[in-house]
Nanobody, 127 residues
């Protein structure tokens, strides 16, 4: 069982930056691939970024590539999402998720492969 708690969300002006954190419970964090998803009001949850269990591969949605960066610190049981050059369309609730799958990050854009989810953190970007 893995429990995930996101933090770091808030209100920021367009062009600004935020860093989201996702702290995981348990001693097996390093065995999980990790992903970030987001859901805006009235829209479906969508993939943002993923990092494989080994940290050897990452993957990004086209809409955030070049602006967002995902990383993990297994010693701290934490995965991060650095968000730069934020746009109003990035406004959403951001969720982190953990997957037992040992696949590469390129295969981690699908919601159904994830086994555990956090409660989400709100990110609001004002224009």
């Amino acid at each position: 069982q893995v429990q995930l708690v996101e933090s770091g969300g808030g209100l920021v002006q367009a062009g600004g930056s935020l860093r989201l954190s996702c702290a995981a419970s348990g001693r097996t964090f390093s065995r999980y691939g990790m992903g970030w998803f987001r859901q805006a009001p009235g829209k479906e949850r969508e993939f943002v970024a993923a990092i494989s269990w080994s940290g050897g591969s990452t993957n990004y949605a086209g809409s955030v590539k070049g602006r967002f960066g995902i990383s993990r610190d297994d010693a701290r049981n934490t995965v991060y999402l650095q968000m730069n050059s934020l746009k109003p369309e990035d406004t959403a609730v951001y969720y982190c998720a953990a997957a037992r799958s040992k696949t590469t990050a390129q295969n981690m854009g699908i919601i159904t492969i994830y086994d555990y989810w956090g409660q989400g953190t709100q990110v609001t970007v004002s224009s």
